[in-house]
């Protein structure tokens, strides 16, 4: 897809697919290789993602899989404010984005903290963690209207015509708003069945008749090991498999556990499309 977002009045093309790098500060996030508990530890991954060739680093300091533990809102800014630090310390240039679902935190990391990109769960308010219904403070539509920062939407609908719909509907109440840059995320893993998740799959190049970029975030996720075996410490195998579905089915990003892997999904998929 040709299409630029703009980061802090940087154009940041997806021409060519990107990959984003998952770094998180949680104890409890579903892949145990994920977590980065210690100053030293967020700086290397930090580093890591952009020396691997990822391109945007995702910093979540909440994890919402199934099971997670609720943690404040106050310690989630906490957690992000120090982790943001080190990460522009160690990579001042890089696109970042922060993956929460809470209006006031998320304008505390675009305003004060470093943060250019803002990456819902939650659909706008729909939902948090995984069966815990949400309750917070503001409107994420119009935060991110009001900063007019890169947004991506993620859709925790079943199936991708209901999906479409919503998603129909949201594009234009954020527009209204004065957002500019949105990204689409089906969500898997969000609000779906092992089934739903595989149709959804399926069907994603649907999702480019709405003419923005989509996102895929499957990494290590259960769709992948409740299907062949397995835990998220043996799934690369079939995260691998399921991005090189969503490049053929027109994804732009890539979020991701491993950047490596990832990125040379990314240059076999270009070079079948640049050969003669």
Same mark, same amino acid.
């Given at each position: 897809?040709?299409?630029?977002?703009? %980061?802090?009045?940087? !154009?940041?093309?997806?021409?060519?697919?990107?990959?984003?790098?998952?770094?998180? %500060?949680?104890? &409890?996030?579903?892949?145990?290789?994920?977590?980065?508990?210690?100053?030293?530890?967020?700086?290397?991954?930090?580093?890591?993602?952009?020396?691997?060739?990822?391109?945007?680093?995702?910093?979540?300091?909440?994890?919402?899989?199934?099971?997670?533990?609720?943690?404040?809102? +106050?310690?989630?800014?906490?957690?992000?404010?120090?982790?943001?630090?080190? #990460?522009?310390?160690?990579?001042?240039?890089?696109?970042?984005?922060?993956? $929460?679902?809470?209006? !006031?935190?998320?304008?505390?990391?675009?305003? &004060?903290?470093?943060?250019?990109?803002?990456?819902?769960?939650?659909?706008?308010?729909? $939902? =948090?963690?995984?069966?815990?219904?949400?309750?917070? $403070?503001? @409107?994420?539509?119009? %935060? #991110?209207?009001?900063?007019?920062?890169?947004?991506?939407?993620?859709?925790?609908?079943?199936?991708?015509?209901?999906?479409?719909?919503?998603?129909?509907? +949201?594009?234009?109440?954020?527009?209204?708003?004065?957002?500019?840059?949105?990204?689409?995320?089906?969500?898997?893993?969000?609000?779906?069945?092992?089934?739903?998740?595989?149709? #959804?799959?399926?069907?994603?190049?649907?999702?480019?008749?709405?003419?923005?970029? #989509?996102?895929? /975030?499957?990494?290590?996720? *259960?769709?992948?090991?409740?299907?062949? =075996?397995?835990?998220?410490? $043996? @799934?690369?195998?079939?995260?691998?498999?399921?991005?090189?579905?969503?490049?053929?089915? /027109?994804? *732009?990003?890539?979020?991701?556990? &491993?950047?490596?892997?990832?990125? +040379?999904?990314?240059?076999?998929?270009?070079?079948?499309?640049? %050969?003669?």
């Amino acid at each position: 897809m040709n299409y630029t977002i703009n %980061v802090r009045g940087r !154009l940041l093309s997806l021409a060519h697919p990107l990959v984003m790098g998952i770094l998180n %500060v949680t104890p &409890d996030s579903s892949y145990c290789g994920s977590r980065k508990q210690t100053e030293r530890e967020i700086a290397d991954r930090a580093n890591e993602i952009i020396a691997q060739g990822g391109t945007i680093i995702d910093v979540g300091a909440f994890s919402t899989r199934p099971g997670a533990q609720e943690v404040s809102e +106050e310690e989630e800014a906490r957690r992000l404010k120090w982790a943001l630090g080190i #990460v522009r310390r160690e990579q001042p240039d890089a696109p970042v984005s922060v993956d $929460t679902y809470r209006p !006031l935190v998320a304008r505390q990391c675009i305003e &004060d903290w470093g943060a250019d990109i803002i990456n819902d769960v939650s659909e706008g308010g729909l $939902t =948090g963690i995984v069966n815990t219904p949400i309750h917070e $403070t503001g @409107s994420m539509f119009e %935060v #991110v209207g009001q900063l007019r920062v890169p947004y991506i939407l993620m859709s925790v609908k079943p199936d991708i015509t209901s999906m479409m719909q919503a998603f129909s509907r +949201e594009v234009q109440q954020l527009r209204d708003l004065g957002a500019r840059d949105i990204i689409l995320d089906p969500g898997y893993g969000f609000g779906k069945t092992l089934e739903q998740n595989y149709a #959804v799959l399926r069907d994603a190049d649907k999702l480019l008749a709405l003419d923005l970029p #989509v996102l895929t /975030g499957v990494s290590r996720k *259960s769709m992948i090991f409740k299907l062949v =075996g397995g835990d998220p410490t $043996t @799934s690369l195998n079939g995260t691998t498999a399921i991005h090189a579905i969503a490049l053929m089915k /027109g994804s *732009s990003i890539l979020r991701v556990h &491993d950047v490596k892997e990832a990125v +040379e999904c990314v240059k076999i998929y270009d070079e079948m499309l640049s %050969v003669e």
